[in-house]
């Protein structure tokens, strides 16, 4: 069973297109986050959610839209692509530290990546 | 500024080797420190996870050990295997200030391990 899942996993696009990719968690989580991973392997936030409620929302060009239908998806929607978007764009979700506490509850559970190429 | 320092940034060494990662942060207010292990083509996976209070946590043959005071952690991987080749994520969190929903994790910039037979 796939915790947490991404689609599509390779997405090749040409420059100025807008695009969309979907996460889906299948473990009960509360919170779910969206993060960048350049060429450099840094990974970095970019959003987070928690019970459909914006929480994090780093310095990200407003091309960038999250959406959040229900606790169980969060999709990233990225309008007029630019070559520097170019990245492994990865989906996590995590615990809601209120309810579960204890150390190590919102250990974040990444899925596998989708790796965007903007040509 | 809130940053996490990793080194070195790569790594190679021979099946059956010990070796250490060092990983030094300057997150304030600390929360965890975690060690998260990515293979390529995958999402980080945890590996450890220690609060301040915690010197040293272990996980098989992966042992994390911390220092507060100086804020610096290390992961040391005993008898490596070839399938310990991937790249070894330091993250330090710290509560935000909203009810504490969520930790907002400081990534590092990881270091590349190769394993070679």
Redesign the interface.
Known sequence: DTAVSQTPKYLVTQMGNDKSIKCEQNLGHDTMYWYKQDSKKFLKIMFSYNNKELIINETVPNRFSPKSPDKAHLNLHINSLELGDSAVYFCASSQDLKVAGGLGADTQYFGPGTRLTVL | KNQVEQSPQSLIILEGKNCTLQCNYTVSPFS?L?WYK?DT??????LT?M?FSENTKSNGRYTATLDADTKQSSLHITASQLSDSA?Y?CVVSF??N????????I?G??T?LAVQP
């Open positions: 965890n975690r990515q083509g995958r999402g980080p996976v945890s996870i609060t790249s994520i509560n935000m909203y009810g504490g929903a969520t930790n907002k994790l990534f910039t990881g590349l």
